[in-house]
Nanobody
Framework: QVQLVESGGGLVQAGGSLRLSCATSGRTFSRSAMGWFRQTPGKEREFVAT????????YYVDSVRGRFTISRDNAKNTVFLQMNNLKPEDTAVYYC?????????????????WGQGTQVTVSS
């Protein structure tokens, strides 16, 4: 069983920064692509960023490219999302997810395991 636990969310002013962490358990982490998604009430879960199993490839949604950075530490079974220059529209619950056979993907259905989410609130 793979478990994912996010942390690092909180309340920040516009222009500020937060670093989200996702600690995982299970032996498959180092072979899994990982992704970050976000969701606001009444909306679909939105892709934010993804990273390949070895960290060699990353991809971002246009709205965060240049502001957010996804990274991973396979020795610590942890994936990170550094969020800089935050905007009020970044306010959401952020989820990390572990992919299965599909590798890096922007599609939520391609991810087998999900964390419980962490709230990020950006005030204007």
């Amino acid at each position: 069983q793979v478990q994912l636990v996010e942390s690092g969310g909180g309340l920040v002013q516009a222009g500020g920064s937060l670093r989200l962490s996702c600690a995982t358990s299970g032996r498959t982490f180092s072979r899994s692509a990982m992704g970050w998604f976000r969701q606001t009430p009444g909306k679909e879960r939105e892709f934010v960023a993804t990273i390949s199993w070895n960290g060699g490839s990353t991809y971002y949604v246009d709205s965060v490219r240049g502001r957010f950075t996804i990274s991973r530490d396979n020795a610590k079974n942890t994936v990170f999302l550094q969020m800089n220059n935050l905007k009020p529209e970044d306010t959401a619950v952020y989820y990390c997810a572990a992919s299965g056979v599909y590798g890096s993907s922007t599609t939520p259905g391609h991810y087998n395991y999900w964390g419980q989410g962490t709230q990020v609130t950006v005030s204007s």
